[in-house]
């Protein structure tokens, strides 16, 4: 069912995660014992679906913008019998607000807004929560931004460059990239007593 949702999302060109950043994703939530999620950018829900199959204790909100995504997302998540775990939010990622504390919030949306949805998130974050950000290394193109043709793309390439520059300076967070693993992984947690 799950290899469906991937094989179809493939074919029509939606973006998923990849399968190194999943086995990843999937193994910290494992290791962690993470048990609320909140998700940005959902797509057709292959991501959210894989996280909820780890255990019926993991409840997910999940958030999407796209119409065509999210009633695909909805009728995957039904197909699955995840509508109890799974919760998608029809919505712009910046209208949506929530007193919730998450234990993991997988920043998978817009790339130019990372540093906006951290600010945005970072108080729905628990204590010893994480955020984790997907394509840090975009295909590749952060090292050789220089060489990308599309005007927007390189745009685009260069705020994520940026994005990571920030994040590696911030004080306020610990943080441990995995380039290697899917299309560029952050893993950023709170750092105790923190400096602000
Ligand atoms: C890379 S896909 C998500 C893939 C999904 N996490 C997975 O691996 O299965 C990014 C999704 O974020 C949605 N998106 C982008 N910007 C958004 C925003 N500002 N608010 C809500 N959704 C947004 C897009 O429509 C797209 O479906």
Same mark, same amino acid.
Do not use: W
């Given at each position: 069912? +799950?290899?469906?949702?991937?094989?179809?999302?493939?074919?029509?060109?939606?973006?998923? !995660?990849?399968?190194?950043?999943?086995?990843?994703?999937?193994?910290?939530?494992?290791?962690? #014992?993470?048990?609320?999620?909140?998700?940005?950018?959902?797509?057709?829900?292959?991501?959210? +679906?894989?996280? /909820?199959?780890?255990?019926?204790?993991?409840?997910?909100? $999940?958030?999407?913008?796209?119409?065509?995504?999210?009633?695909? /997302?909805? $009728?995957?998540?039904?197909?699955?019998?995840? %509508?109890?775990? !799974?919760?998608?939010?029809?919505c712009? !990622?910046?209208?949506?607000?929530?007193?919730?504390?998450? %234990?993991?919030?997988?920043?998978? /949306?817009? #790339?130019?807004?990372?540093?906006?949805?951290?600010?945005?998130?970072?108080?729905?974050?628990k204590?010893?929560?994480?955020?984790?950000?997907?394509?840090?290394?975009?295909?590749?193109? +952060?090292?050789?931004?220089?060489?990308?043709?599309?005007?927007?793309?390189?745009?685009?390439? #260069?705020?994520i460059?940026?994005?990571?520059?920030?994040?590696?300076?911030?004080?306020?967070? %610990? +943080?441990m990239?995995?380039?290697?693993?899917? %299309?560029?992984?952050?893993?950023?947690?709170?750092?105790?007593?923190?400096?602000?």
């Amino acid at each position: 069912m +799950i290899e469906n949702i991937k094989n179809k999302a493939q074919e029509e060109k939606v973006p998923i !995660i990849k399968d190194g950043g999943l086995e990843f994703l999937l193994k910290t939530i494992k290791e962690r #014992k993470i048990k609320d999620i909140l998700e940005l950018g959902t797509a057709v829900g292959y991501s959210s +679906i894989n996280m /909820a199959l780890l255990d019926e204790g993991i409840k997910i909100d $999940t958030i999407e913008k796209n119409e065509e995504m999210y009633k695909q /997302a909805i $009728t995957n998540i039904k197909n699955e019998g995840l %509508d109890k775990q !799974i919760t998608v939010h029809f919505c712009p !990622i910046e209208d949506y607000k929530t007193n919730k504390k998450y %234990d993991l919030i997988f920043v998978d /949306a817009a #790339k130019a807004q990372y540093l906006k949805y951290t600010e945005q998130f970072l108080n729905n974050l628990k204590e010893n929560g994480i955020f984790i950000y997907d394509n840090l290394v975009f295909h590749g193109m +952060i090292y050789d931004v220089d060489k990308i043709k599309n005007r927007n793309t390189r745009s685009l390439v #260069k705020k994520i460059i940026n994005f990571r520059e920030i994040m590696r300076n911030d004080k306020r967070f %610990d +943080i441990m990239f995995y380039e290697d693993v899917g %299309d560029g992984l952050l893993v950023a947690s709170r750092r105790k007593g923190g400096r602000e």
